[in-house]
C-alpha cells in the first residue's frame, strides 16, 4: 500500500507515505455537518488540526483518527480521513492494533478527560508504556461533556455538578503528572484558543516516533465555562502561564519578571526571572524527575502557574517497530514460514 | 521382544497420576506420542488442579492424565482406566474410586509412611490392609529404584528421584511395548544444555523399560495392534494446537496478516504461547493490559484489514461483550475463539464446560447476532478456525469459535490435511468508489453487497475510500450517523438477515439403518461420548441416530426438518440445557436435555444408558 | 374567563419543538405539571438528540416534548399531535409529518429567512406556498413579541428572545385554561438569585397568556375537564424519578443503608443525580471511575451490608457482566438498573428499546440465573425498585431491573403511597455460628435456608462468623474451594433451583369479556401502547386478552396455562423477539411476534391494527 | 456494630474496634492449607502479616481482606478474618465501596502485578487519587504466575516468557513511579524475605489514614525465581538495597559508603557516603517530586540501587471520610430523611 515514502524529518512519521500535491486545511475537512455546542473549545482544536495537516503533507488516505466517547471524541467525523468513532475509553487499545500492524499509518487518537482519564486510563497508562507510535489529544475541559455535566477525573476537588451536589471528594489527576509516572516518552500540555502553540506541540508530537500524548485544555462552555479562564484572560493569563521551551530558562510574567528555581531543599520554587539559578528546561532529559516536579507547579485548584508546552520528549524504541523487527528477525532466520511444514510436525505416522 | 507371556487386547485405557510436580502431564503426553507413533487410534485427558503447585503429597496437589488407545477408531479418552500408575498414597486416594474391579495398579510405595497416609486421610495403609484386594497390585518403589539407578551420576538422591516419572514411563512403555526411542530424542532436544539431567532421564527411561523386561513381577505384556484408519500422514494434536495451526492456515489461505490480540487466562492462554512462536509466519501476537485491550486491539488490526483474532475464556468473553457489540456495528471481520472452562465466575478454570453458549449468542446490549462456530474434537478446531475466519471475512462480522477445555488440552490423531486442499478466503478488499452522486463518485461504507449483505472493507492507504465509522446507529448505505426510527429499525433487521443468510453446510445425521426414532443431537465436545455411547446402544441391537451441530448461529437450514422426523429428540450438555433451550424456540420441538455439569466430559457408558432410558419411555 | 368561545374536548396530544437551546424539555415540563395540577389524566414523551446542542435551526439539533392530557385514564402520551408547538423552521419540519391533517399548528415565523428555510431543505416557505393548508396555522412572531414585551428589562434583544418558550408557555395555557401560578413559582425559585432574568421569564408568560387573552388570532380556548382517578394524592412522577424514590424506600423498609456505585450514562444518569441529592437519607452515591468499578464498588458495600445498588444502560450493563458472574457465585444481594436504550452498541443513545432481556438473561460466562423484574410504566418503577431489593435481599442474589428510555424520562400521574403500606424487608443477617463441628461451633456460609435456599449473609464486625468468600466453586454448606465434580453440579442446580424458587406473583390477564381467543403479551414500557391498543379493538366490538409480565426471571408459575389458554398469542415488542424466544422455549407455544426497533414506544393504532390483522388471520 | 475504640495512635485504624484479649499469630491463621508452591515467596509475606496483626490489637472480625485473582490473591483464604477472593483486577474497586461504608472496619487489599497493574491498574490509580482508607499490598513477583509464566507489566524489557519467546517488547511500569504520578499520599516498597523490614512497612501503612500503597518485592521460584536475587543475597544486596528512612540521610553499601546528593543539574546522583549534601529523606513533604526522583534510582532491568522503605507518606482528607461528613452534615442541616415527604413533592392534587 505504501509507496512514494520522503523523509521529512520527522520519525514518527518515518514510513507514512507522503505526497506532492498541495493540500490545504479544506482537504482534511469532511462533508459532515460540526455538531457541538456553539462555542465549544472543540471547534478552535478541529480548525487548528485541519489547518495543520497540511504542513505534514502525508497522504490523506494515511491518516487515522480514532477516539472513544464524548463530545470530544466526534473529531474523527469532522476529518476527512480514515477514522473511528469507537467505544468509550477504549481508543487507545484500538488505535495499537491498528498502528502495530501498519507502520506505514499516521494514527491520532482523540479523547477526553473522561474517555481518557476515568474509563479508559489503564488503556492509556500502558500505551505509553508500551510506547506505541501514536499521537495522543486528551481535551480536557474538565467536566463530562457529552452527559451533560457529571465531574471528572480532572475537576478540581469540592465541584458541584449534577452528581456532587454537595462538592465532588477526590482529588483530581494531574495528566501531565500521571504520564510521566506511567513512563510516557513524550508528554505535553497546550491550550484549545492558543493556535500558535496548539500548532507548535501538534508538530513537535506527530515528530516524536512513539506515543505522544497531548494534553489539551479545551472549554466547555456548556458545563464549565471558563475552566481556564486564568490561563486565557489578558489580565491573568501572562501570571498564571509558564510557557516551556526546550534549552531555555523558564521564565514568566508580563516581561518575564518571574522564574522557577530549585531551592535548598531540593524542591523547585518560584523566584525573580532575574536570578541567575532559574532552571534552564531539558525536555530531552532521559530522567523524568524534573519533568514531573514541572508537572506539580500548577495549582490543581486555580491552575495558578501552569506550564505548557513540551515537558518531555526522549528515545525510546517503539512497541510497533521493535514488533515488525521480531517478524523480520524471525523471517530471516529461519525463512518465511512454510504452512505443510508447521502442521505436519515432526512427529507423525502414515497409514497406506 | 522377551519370551513373556503377550495378551492380545483391542483397547487399553491408562492412567497417570500424581503430584503436580512428578511430571504427569509430561509422562503422558510422551506416552501418547509413543501410542501415536506405533499407530493405534487414541483420545486422551489431562486433568489438573488450579494451583500450581499444591503442596505435595495431598489430594489438591494431584495432577492426572488419561489416555486411551486401541487398534480401531475411538471417540473418547475411555470410561475408566484399565490401569493406573499411582505416584503416591494421594495419587491412588484420588483415582481409586474410577476403577473398575480387576484393574491393574502399578504405585510407588517409597513412601507410604504412617504421615504420608495421614495426609490424604488413609487409616490403614492400603497395601496392606487388603482394601486392593479386588486389583491387581504393583507396589513398586519407583523413586528408590530409580535413585538406585542412577547413583552413578552426580545427582543428591533426592534430585535423581525426581526422574521417577521417567522410569515409570519406561516401564509402562514396556508393558504395552511401545517404542521409547521417540521419548529419547525428546529428551536429547529438551535437555540439550543440561546433559546430566538429560542423561539421568534416558538413563531412568531405559531402566523402567529393563526392569519390566527383567523382574518376574510384571508376568505379562500386553499387545494393542495399529488401528486401520483412512488412509494418510496422521500427527496426534491437541485442540488449541490445532486451533493456532488453523489461525495461521486462515491467515496464508487469505493472505491476510494474522493479529492476535490477547490476555492470558485458563484454558486459553496455549493459543497466544503458540502463536508467538510462528512469528516467520507473520504473526503478530500482543499481550494486553486486558481482555477488552486484547479484542479492541484486534478490532483495529482487522480496520487495517489484518486479520484480527482474541481469544480468551469464559470471564475474559464477558468482558469483551461490549465491543463485541461494537465490532457488530463495524461490521468488520474478528474471529472471537472462547475456550470455555467451569463457570459461574473464577468456577473451575481448569475444567472443561460448554455453558457459553447461550453468552456468546446474547452476551452484549441490544441486537446485536454473531455468527457461532464449534469443534467437535481437538482435531476439528482446525478447521473451525478456518470456518470462522471465512465467515467473519466474507461477511464483514465477528465470529464466535467455540472450544473447551477439553478439547483445548485433549488430543486425537489427526490426518494432516494437505495445504492445497484448504480453502482459501478472498478478502475483497474495496478499492474504488461504489456509488455516484451525481457526476461525483462517492464511496458508502455501508452499500452492501445484495447477495451476502455484506459492506465494503476498505482499509486506510486506500486513496478515495476516505471514509469514518462509528458505534452509534448509521444510515443505510452512506454509513452516516442516523436516529431515524425507520432507518434503525432496517438496520436492525439487516443486521439480522445478514447472520441468518450465511451458509453453512446441512446438518448431517448418522443413522445406519435408516430406522431410528429416537435422535441425539449434541455440540462441541460431546461429540465424542455422544459417539462412543451411540455406537453401543446400537451394538446392543437398538437404532439411534446421532447429529451434531457445528454451526450453531445461524443453525443448518435442515435443523427443523431432522428434529422434526425423529419422535424423541435428546440433547446431552456439559450445561443446563443452552442448545436445547434455542432449538425448543426455534422448532417448536419438545427437545428432552440431558444435563450434567461437573468439569468433565461425559462417560459413554453414562449416555448410553440415558439414551436407552429415553428411548424406553415411549 | 375571557368571553371567548370554549370547546370542551376529552383528550389533547401537544407536542413543543425547538432547538436543543430553546428550553423545549423545560416548556414541556412546566406544562405538564400544570396540567397535573389541574388534575387531568396524562402520559409524556420527550425526544431530544443525543448531541447536547446541535447547531441553532438545523433537523439533528431538534428537541421535542408530547404531552397527551384527558378527562379519562389514558395509557400513552398519544399518536398523533393535534397541537404542534414549533419554535423555527426546523422544528416544523422534523414534525410535520407526525401531524393528521386538521392539526392546529402554532410557528414562530420570527426567522423564515431563505437562509433559515435553506438549512432545513426547504425550497419555498412553507407559511406562504400553502404546502400547510391542510392545518390550522397561527404563524406568530414569538421571538420578536417577547422582545418586545421585555423592553423594558435591561436584556440585549437576543437575550429577552430567550424567553420566548415562556412566552408560548402562556400562550398554550391560556388556550387550554392552564393555571400558571405554578410555574410562577417554579420560575422564582429556580432564578431566585438571578432575578433580571426569573421577572424576564415571568413577564414572558404573563404576556403569553394575555397575548392569546387579547388578540384575535386565537378565536378558541379549549377545555379539558379533570379526570377522575381513583381517589388519592397524586403527583406527577417520572420513571427515572420513582426508580429513585423505591430504591431510597427499600432502604428504610429494610434498615439497610443505601449505596449507589454508577458511572454516568444515558438514560440513566438522572438516578445517579437524584440520589446524589438525598445524602440526609443516609444515601451514599459513588461516581465510579467506569461501569466495572460501579458495581465493583456496589458488591463491596453489600458484603459489608449495605444495599448495593448500581445503575446503568446497555453498553454499561454489558461491562459489569463479569462482576455480576461474581455477584452470582458469591450470593450476596445487589440491584442492577438497565435503563435500555437503541442499540447495539452505543446505537441511539436517547432512543428508548427493550433489548437488553436476553443480555440480563444469560449475558456472563457459565450458567449465572439471575431473577429479572420489570416495570410496565413510569410510576411502577417505585415498585419495581421494592419488588428487586426485595428479592436481592430475601434470596440473597444480584437482581436485574429492566427500565427503559420511555419510562425514565416519561411521566404520569402517580398516587402516591403511604409509607407504611409499603412492604418490609428483612435482612436476617446472620449473627451466630449455624453448625456444630463436634463440640465446636461452626459459621458455614454456603448451608442454605431449606426453604428458600438463601445462604446466610454474615457482615464484617460479626465476631465468631469470620469468613471467606470467592469465585471459585465453593463446596455446597463450608463454602470451601471444592474442584469436586458432584460437588459442582449440585451448586449450578441449587443455584438455579434458588432462583426458579423464587415467588412471584400470578401472571393476570385483562379479559373483560372472559371471551377472547386471542392473548396480547407484553412486558415493560409496552403497557401503555398494547393496553391503548386494547381499548380500541375492544371499542371495535372485538374480543382480546391483555397478559403483562412484571417477573421476567422466574417467570409467574400460571404463565404456561395462560398462553395455552388461547388460540393465538401475540406478543409486541421493541427488540427482535427477545421474550417471545422464552416463552416459545418453555413453553412450547407458538408465539407469535410483532416486533419494531425504531427508537420510539409503539403507537396505539398501529398495534391495534396488528392485533386486527392476528385475529383475522384466524 | 463498633464498640470499644481505644485510640492505638493509628489514624488509619481510628473507628476500628479493638479488642483486649491478648491476640497470637494463630489467631489470624485460617484453618485453610495453604497451596502455594513449596518455597514460594508467599508464604514468608503471609506469616509476617499473620505475625503482625496483632500488634494492631484490632478485633478480627472488623478487619477484612479483599484480593484480586492470581497467586497472591489467594492470601485471604488463608487469613482468619472476613474476607474476599473476588476477580482479576477489581480487588481495590470492591474495597472502595466497603471501606465508604463501614468506617469500623480495617480493609486491606491484596493483588499482583498483573492483577493490580495489568487489568486492574485503572483501579489502583483512581483509589490512591481518591485516598479511600485502604492498605493495598501489591505482590510484585514480575510474572504471572498462576497462569504459568507470563511476562507482566512489571516484568524487564526482552523477558523471554511463554508468550514472549522472542523477549518482552514494552517498558515495564515502575509502581512507585507510577503511584506517586497517581496522586497517591502513602507509597513504600518492601521484601517478602525481609520480615522486619516488611513488618515497619505495614506498621506505618496501617498508620496512614487514606490509600496505603505497599509494593512488595516477592519471589516466584516457579517462573521468575531469583528476580530479587540481588536486592536478597549476601553478597550484592548492601550496594543494590537503599534503605529510605525519614529524616535520615540517604546512605547505603556495606558500610554506608554510598549516598544520594542531587547534582548541578537538578537530578539525583549516586555520591560517597560522607559526602555533606547528601539527601536527608523527607517522606512527609507535600511535594512529590522528590520522592519520585528517588523512584528513577533504580534500574529497571537489574534493581541496582533499588530504594525500599517510605517514598511518601502525607495527610490528605480521605474520600469515605468525607462522604460520611457529607452524610453527616447534610443531617444535621436539613435533619433525617423524611420518606413520606420525600415522595410526595411539592406538586400535588387530591382526588376524593
Ligand atoms: C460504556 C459507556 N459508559 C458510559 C457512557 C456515557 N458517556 C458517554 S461520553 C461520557 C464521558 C464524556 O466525558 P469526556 O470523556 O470528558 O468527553 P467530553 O464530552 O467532556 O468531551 C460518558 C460517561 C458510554 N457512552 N459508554
Ligand atoms: C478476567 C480474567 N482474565 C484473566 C484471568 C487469568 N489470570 C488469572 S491470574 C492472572 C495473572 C496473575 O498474575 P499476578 O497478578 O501477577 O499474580 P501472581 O499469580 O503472579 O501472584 C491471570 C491473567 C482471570 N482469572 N480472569
Ligand atoms: S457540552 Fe461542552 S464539550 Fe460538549 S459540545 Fe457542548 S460545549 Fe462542547
Ligand atoms: S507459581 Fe510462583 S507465585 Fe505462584 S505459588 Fe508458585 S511460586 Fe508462588
Ligand atoms: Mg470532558
Ligand atoms: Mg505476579
Not at chain 2, 47 to 66: C, D, K, M, W, Y
Not at chain 2, 69 to 75: G, K, M, R, S, Y
Not at chain 2, 305 to 318: D, E, F, R, Y
Amino acid at each position: 500500500m505504501t509507496d512514494t515514502i520522503v523523509d521529512i524529518g520527522m520519525p514518527g512519521l518515518a514510513g507514512v507515505p507522503t505526497t506532492d500535491e498541495p493540500q490545504t486545511k479544506k482537504d482534511f475537512t469532511s462533508d459532515q455537518e460540526v455538531r457541538w455546542c456553539p462555542g465549544c473549545g472543540d471547534y478552535a482544536v478541529l480548525a487548528t488540526v485541519q489547518g495543520f495537516m497540511p504542513e505534514l503533507g502525508l497522504r490523506r488516505e494515511n491518516v487515522v483518527f480514532i477516539s472513544g466517547i464524548g463530545c470530544s471524541s466526534r473529531f474523527p467525523y469532522y476529518m476527512n480521513t480514515y477514522g473511528m468513532h469507537s467505544i468509550h475509553g477504549r481508543a487507545p487499545a484500538i488505535a495499537t492494533g491498528l498502528a502495530s500492524t501498519r507502520p506505514d499509518l499516521s494514527v491520532w487518537v482523540v479523547t477526553g478527560d473522561g474517555d481518557g482519564l476515568s474509563i479508559g486510563g489503564n488503556h492509556l497508562i500502558h500505551a505509553m508504556r508500551r510506547n506505541v507510535n501514536l499521537t495522543i489529544l486528551l481535551f480536557n475541559n474538565r467536566i463530562y461533556g457529552l452527559t451533560k455535566g457529571q465531574y471528572s477525573p480532572t475537576s478540581e476537588q469540592g465541584k458541584i455538578t449534577k452528581s456532587t451536589p454537595m462538592g465532588s471528594l477526590d482529588a483530581p489527576f494531574n495528566p501531565v503528572s500521571l504520564a510521566l509516572g506511567a513512563e510516557a516518552t513524550f508528554v505535553a500540555r497546550t491550550i484549545d484558543s492558543d493556535r500558535a502553540h496548539l500548532t507548535s506541540v501538534l508538530r513537535a508530537a506527530a515528530a516524536h516516533r512513539g506515543t505522544s500524548f497531548v494534553e489539551i485544555y479545551q472549554n466547555c462552555n456548556i458545563y464549565n465555562d471558563g475552566a481556564f479562564e486564568i490561563l486565557k484572560n489578558r489580565d491573568t493569563r501572562d501570571e498564571a502561564l509558564i510557557r516551556l521551551e526546550h534549552e531555555h530558562p523558564i521564565r514568566f510574567g508580563a516581561d518575564l519578571d518571574q522564574g522557577v528555581r530549585r531551592n535548598a531543599s531540593g524542591q523547585l520554587e518560584l523566584c525573580a526571572g532575574g536570578e541567575p539559578d532559574v532552571l534552564v528546561h531539558d525536555a530531552h532529559h532521559s530522567d523524568p524527575s524534573v519533568a514531573f516536579a514541572l508537572s506539580r507547579l500548577a495549582d490543581a485548584a486555580t491552575l495558578a502557574h501552569t506550564p505548557i508546552g513540551i515537558f518531555r520528549d526522549v528515545d525510546r524504541p517503539t512497541y510497533d517497530d521493535q514488533m515488525n523487527a521480531q517478524l523480520q528477525h524471525a523471517a530471516d532466520a529461519q525463512g518465511e514460514g512454510d504452512l505443510a511444514a508447521l502442521i505436519t510436525g515432526n512427529d507423525t505416522w502414515t497409514i497406506e | 521382544m522377551s519370551a513373556r507371556q503377550v495378551h492380545q487386547l483391542d483397547r487399553v485405557v491408562i492412567r497417570f497420576a500424581g503430584d503436580s510436580g512428578d511430571g504427569m502431564q509430561l509422562t503422558g503426553d510422551r506416552f501418547t506420542s509413543e501410542t501415536a507413533a506405533f499407530g493405534n487410534d487414541l483420545s486422551t485427558l489431562p486433568n489438573f488442579p488450579a494451583e500450581i503447585r499444591a503442596p505435595a503429597g495431598t489430594l489438591p496437589g494431584v495432577s492426572s492424565f488419561q489416555l486411551h488407545f486401541a487398534d480401531h477408531d475411538i471417540l473418547t479418552p475411555g470410561d475408566a482406566p484399565d490401569v493406573l500408575i499411582a505416584m503416591n498414597p494421594a495419587a491412588l486416594k484420588a483415582n481409586i474410586a474410577d476403577l473398575p474391579k480387576g484393574a491393574t495398579i502399578v504405585v510407588d510405595d517409597a513412601d507410604f509412611s504412617a504421615r504420608a497416609l495421614k495426609k490424604v486421610g488413609y487409616d490403614g495403609n492400603p497395601l496392606e490392609d487388603g482394601s486392593l484386594d479386588a486389583y491387581k497390585v504393583h507396589a513398586v518403589n519407583l523413586t528408590g529404584i530409580t535413585a538406585e539407578a542412577l547413583k552413578d551420576f552426580d545427582l543428591t538422591r533426592k534430585e535423581a528421584g525426581r526422574s521417577k516419572n521417567m522410569f515409570a514411563l519406561g516401564l509402562v512403555s514396556w508393558m504395552y511395548g511401545r517404542p521409547i526411542d521417540g521419548t529419547i530424542r525428546f529428551l536429547e532436544s529438551k535437555f540439550a544444555n543440561k546433559p546430566e539431567i538429560r542423561d539421568a532421564n534416558i538413563a531412568a527411561l531405559r531402566a523402567g523399560w529393563n526392569y519390566g523386561e527383567t523382574t518376574e513381577d510384571f508376568a505379562v505384556r500386553y499387545e494393542v495392534k495399529p488401528a486401520t484408519l483412512p488412509a494418510g500422514t496422521y500427527r496426534n494434536i491437541t485442540g488449541n494446537l490445532a486451533l493456532a495451526y488453523g489461525l495461521i492456515a486462515a491467515s496464508k489461505r487469505s493472505g491476510l496478516p494474522l493479529f492476535l490480540g490477547a490476555y492470558p487466562i485458563t484454558p486459553a492462554s496455549d493459543i497466544l504461547h503458540e502463536l508467538a512462536k510462528h512469528k516467520r509466519f507473520g504473526v503478530r501476537t500482543f499481550q494486553a493490559e486486558d481482555e477488552i485491550a486484547g479484542i479492541g486491539a484486534a478490532l483495529g488490526a482487522a480496520f487495517g484489514g489484518a486479520l484480527g483474532v482474541t481469544t480468551s475464556s469464559g470471564p475474559g468473553i464477558a468482558l469483551k461483550s461490549e465491543t463485541v457489540g461494537l465490532a457488530v456495528s463495524l461490521e468488520l471481520p474478528l474471529v472471537i475463539c472462547d475456550i470455555q472452562r467451569g463457570g459461574p465466575s473464577t468456577g473451575l478454570p481448569t475444567k472443561t464446560e460448554q455453558a457459553d453458549l447461550l453468552q456468546a449468542m446474547f452476551g452484549r446490549n441490544s441486537e446485536a447476532p454473531v455468527p457461532i462456530v464449534a469443534p467437535a474434537s481437538p482435531g476439528e478446531c482446525f478447521d473451525a478456525a478456518i470456518e470462522a475466519a471465512r465467515i467473519a471475512v466474507k461477511y464483514r462480522t465477528p465470529v464466535f469459535l467455540l472450544s473447551d477445555g477439553y478439547l483445548a488440552n485433549g488430543s486425537e490423531p489427526w490426518r494432516i490435511p494437505a495445504v492445497d486442499d484448504l480453502p482459501t478466503i478472498d478478502p475483497a478488499f474495496a478499492t474504488a468508489p461504489n456509488h455516484q452522486n451525481g457526476g461525483d463518485p462517492e464511496f458508502w461504507p455501508y452499500l452492501r453487497d445484495p447477495e451476502t449483505l455484506a459492506r465494503p472493507w476498505a482499509t486506510p492507504g486506500t486513496p478515495g475510500l476516505e471514509h469514518r465509522v462509528g458505534g452509534i446507529e448509521k444510515a443505510d448505505g452512506t454509513g452516516h450517523i442516523s436516529y431515524d426510527p425507520d432507518n434503525h429499525d432496517r438496520m436492525v433487521r439487516v443486521r439480522q438477515a445478514k447472520v441468518d443468510g450465511i451458509g453453512v453446510k446441512d446438518l448431517e445425521v448418522d443413522d445406519p439403518s435408516g430406522a431410528a426414532k429416537t435422535l441425539v443431537i449434541g455440540w462441541g465436545s460431546t461429540y465424542g461420548p455422544i459417539g462412543a455411547a451411540v455406537r453401543r446402544v446400537r451394538r446392543a441391537g437398538n437404532d439411534v441416530a446421532h447429529a451434531h451441530v457445528r454451526n450453531l448461529n445461524p443453525l443448518p437450514a435442515n435443523t427443523g426438518d431432522v428434529l422434526k422426523a425423529y419422535d424423541t429428540v435428546l440433547c446431552p450438555e456439559m450445561n443446563s440445557g443452552q442448545l436445547r433451550m434455542l432449538l425448543r424456540a426455534r422448532y417448536l420441538v419438545d427437545v428432552i436435555g440431558y444435563n450434567k455439569v461437573r468439569g468433565l466430559p461425559f462417560k459413554a457408558q453414562e449416555l448410553a444408558t440415558v439414551i436407552k432410558d429415553v428411548m424406553d419411555r415411549d
